[in-house]
């Protein structure tokens, strides 16, 4: 079955350290994006991108970088410069054109202490 | 700037009757999609229905349906014959149509709790 795989569904770091969120998907799809949920926040927008080897900010990415070598794969690394990672974080994907409903992935708790 | 906002931090509803939820946007932009998302304890995000701006029909899509107002810039969800399963937080999206991207814009969301 198609879809997104977002691992490991918990992750616990201390502050100070550096941590990836891994993000894979089979729909062969162009777009895929990150975003942070926090309460009575909604989803907020962190990068996104829309073709291989090429990515964009969103509303909030400092603090974050992302990598996108290959067409399935879109890493998300929260450095020990984002003031308030814990959250949680959600990965999707869509086809190109603008309309294209979101596919999501499970998601990722983050939890720096 | 685009932004959504959502009014009713928290809903309930009786089992089999109908809920109606807000959603209003800010936008001057003409063409755009509007989109809900259901968000169950699961925490997987589920699109419930879609609506798009130059289309003035509602969407539906069984027992979910939305009211477009476009002049209100208004786009409320109606689930009908409410089931236990509808539990859940309910997100309103937008997307720029001249964005060519699939950015969405989240609303804060609503819980909606069924109860029996």
């Known amino acids: 079955d198609g879809g997104i795989t977002q691992s490991p569904k918990y992750l616990f770091r201390k502050e100070g350290q550096n941590v990836t969120l891994s993000c894979e998907q089979n729909?062969?799809?162009?777009?895929m994006y990150w975003y942070r949920q926090d309460p009575g926040q909604g989803l907020r927008l962190i990068y996104y991108?829309?073709?291989?080897?090429?990515?964009q900010k969103g509303d909030i990415a400092e603090g974050y970088s992302v990598s996108r070598e290959k067409k399935e794969s879109f890493p998300l690394t929260v450095t020990s410069a984002q003031k308030n990672p814990t959250a949680f974080y959600l990965c999707?994907?869509?086809?190109?054109?603008?309309?294209?409903?979101?596919?999501f992935g499970n998601g990722t708790r983050l939890t720096v202490t | 700037a685009q932004t959504v906002t959502q009014s009713q931090p928290e809903m309930s509803v009786q089992e089999a009757e109908t809920v109606t939820l807000s959603c209003t946007y800010d936008?001057?932009?003409?063409?755009?999609?509007l989109f809900w998302y259901k968000q169950p304890p699961s925490r997987q995000m589920i699109l419930v229905i879609r609506?798009?701006?130059?289309?003035?029909q509602n969407a539906t899509e069984n027992r979910f349906s939305v009211n477009f107002q476009k002049a209100a810039k208004s786009f409320s969800l109606k689930i009908s014959d409410s089931q236990l399963g509808d539990t859940a937080m309910y997100f309103c999206?937008?997307?720029?149509?001249?964005?060519?991207?699939?950015?969405?814009?989240f609303g804060q969301g609503t819980t909606l709790q069924v109860k029996p």
């Open positions: 609506q798009e701006a130059y289309k003035q």
């Open positions: 729909l062969n799809h162009d777009a």
């Open positions: 999206a937008f997307v720029n149509g001249s964005s060519n991207t699939g950015k969405l814009i």
């Open positions: 936008t001057s932009e003409n063409n755009y999609y």
């Open positions: 999707a994907s869509s086809s190109p054109a603008y309309n294209s409903p979101l596919h």
């Open positions: 991108s829309q073709i291989v080897n090429d990515f």
